[in-house]
C-alpha cells in the first residue's frame, strides 16, 4: 500500500506564508511526477504546482512568483511553499504523486486526503 499524508495549512492574514508538505510512504519503489492540487468550494480542483523527478517545476499562472514547490526524492516528500497569500488561494490542497509501487510494473496516481488553507481579507 502507498499513502500520502499532507501536514501544514491553516489560516493566515493576507500577504502571509504558509508551508506545505506531504509525504509518499509504503511499498514504493519509484517516485516520478509530485504535485499540489486546490479545490475552492464550488470549483474544480486545480493543478497549482508540479515538480518531475529530476526537479522541473510547473506553476499554475495565478501562482507564479508567490509560490514554490520542491521535494526530496530520498524522503519521498514533496514541498509547497506558499508567500504573499490571497483570499482567492483559499481552498483544500491536495497533494498527488506518480508512484510504481514495489508490487507493480506500471505506476499509479495516488492522492492525499487534502489540507484547509485558508486566507482572511
Known amino acids: 500500500q502507498v499513502q500520502l499524508v499532507e501536514s501544514g495549512g491553516g489560516l493566515v492574514q493576507t500577504g502571509g506564508s504558509l508551508d506545505l508538505s506531504c509525504a509518499a510512504s509504503g511499498s514504493i519503489l519509484r517516485v516520478n511526477t509530485m504535485a499540489w492540487y486546490r479545490q475552492a468550494p464550488g470549483q474544480q480542483r486545480e493543478l497549482v504546482a508540479q515538480?518531475?523527478?529530476?526537479?522541473?517545476?510547473n506553476y499554475q499562472d495565478s501562482v507564479k512568483g508567490r509560490f514554490t514547490i520542491s521535494r526530496d526524492n530520498v524522503l519521498n516528500i514533496v514541498y509547497l511553499q506558499m508567500n504573499s497569500l490571497k483570499p482567492e488561494d483559499t481552498a483544500v490542497y491536495y497533494c498527488?504523486?506518480?508512484?510504481?509501487?514495489?508490487?507493480?510494473?506500471?505506476?499509479?496516481?495516488?492522492w492525499g486526503q487534502g489540507t484547509q488553507v485558508t486566507v482572511s481579507s
Open positions: 515538480i518531475t523527478r529530476g526537479a522541473v517545476e
Open positions: 498527488s504523486a506518480d508512484v510504481q509501487p514495489t508490487d507493480r510494473e506500471s505506476s499509479l496516481i495516488y
